[in-house]
């Protein structure tokens, strides 16, 4: 297995992708191979600072860097020498099996959706998050931040999608999918959460949980699996990354306020392409870069990409 890493991305960037790629490399076993891509000059001068042998690593020299501030599809077309560009050549070609980066999101979704394309079938990919539950585990929350307009059929097709990745990454054998909705009652909620609640209730594709409000988002009492359209998903997330740092300024401690540190997860894939490719935040330190790293493994390993194309091709 071989996982590609976007050295040049991040705010950060290269000192810190190096140092979590350091962190990888000690935590997986040795048949996991990383490749780095980025200015192996830097590269090697970083490892060689840190006491760590360069040579642990397959190094692809690239000279471009598409800054996190740039037009993503206008970089992408013009730097073809760049970390990211070089990533998904190698990704589309089979020569790794999995491309991560905290660069430019736009690039990485420009080459998720021209280099590596969607699984026919699937009308949009999507990228989830898990939310900590207070009963414990974590409730996966989809859309959250790439559709921000969706239509019903297309957050049917979540359930699809978050149903797999529950079943296959948390190991719940029926996992329960809900709709975000302003209430329980099949009558709430706008035209799309109607419209979508009457596609999903008699889906013979996944388990309908029924509605879920917002006070329900911090247990796992009743879904496994949250659907949602990308506006209101994103909001979502960024409140709870706002809700874990006011809980740090006020010196709030507490295991389960810990597990809403996006450190703890470092990525996302994004779900419904051909091949795994994942994506996280460019003020991402050494762990986070490490964690997402490691969950690229447990994905490949899981063969999510090959469960989408069973059931939507």
């Known amino acids: 297995m071989k996982i590609a890493l976007d050295v040049m991305g991040g705010d950060f960037a290269p000192g810190t992708t190096v140092a979590g790629a350091i962190l990888a490399r000690q935590e997986l ?25 360069p040579s642990s690593f397959e190094i692809i020299h690239t000279t471009e ?13 013009q730097k073809q020498d760049s970390s990211i560009v070089k990533g998904f ?10 491309f991560a980066s905290v660069g430019n999101t736009g690039a990485m979704m420009a080459g998720s959706m021209f280099i590596i394309k969607s699984i026919p079938g699937i009308i949009r990919p999507t990228i989830s998050a898990a939310i900590p539950s207070l009963t414990g585990g974590s409730t996966l929350l989809l859309d959250v931040g790439i559709n921000p307009d969706c239509r019903p059929d297309v957050l049917y097709q979540y359930g ?21 909705n302003i209430g329980a009652e099949e009558e709430k909620g706008n035209l799309l959460t109607k419209s979508t609640h009457d596609l999903m209730k008699g889906s013979n594709d996944f388990y309908f949980a029924g509605n879920i409000e917002g006070n329900d988002l911090f247990n796992n009492e009743k879904a496994d699996v949250i659907v949602c359209d990308g506006f209101v998903g994103n909001v979502i997330l960024k409140e709870a990354e706002a809700f874990y740092n006011m809980l740090k300024l006020k010196k709030v401690e507490g295991e389960f306020f810990e597990r809403f540190n996006f450190v703890n997860y470092g990525g996302t894939p ?7 490719v994942f994506i996280g935040h460019g003020i991402s330190n050494a762990i986070a870069i490490k964690n997402m790293i490691v969950n690229s493994k447990v994905f490949i390993e899981a063969k999510l990409t090959e469960k989408f194309k069973e059931v939507f091709e």
Do not use: C, W
């Open 65 to 77: 860097v598409i800054e996190m501030g740039e037009h993503p599809s206008k970089a992408f077309s």
């Open 29 to 53: 076993p040795e048949n996991i191979e990383l490749v780095l891509i980025g200015d192996k000059g830097k590269i090697v001068d970083i490892a060689n600072e840190k006491g760590f042998d």
């Open 270 to 276: 994004i779900l419904g392409i051909n091949k795994p």
């Open 160 to 180: 699809i999608i978050g149903s797999l990745y529950s079943k296959y990454i948390f190991n719940i054998e029926t996992p329960r999918v809900g709709l975000l």
């Open 89 to 98: 050549g190698l990704l589309k070609s089979g020569q790794v099996d999995a």
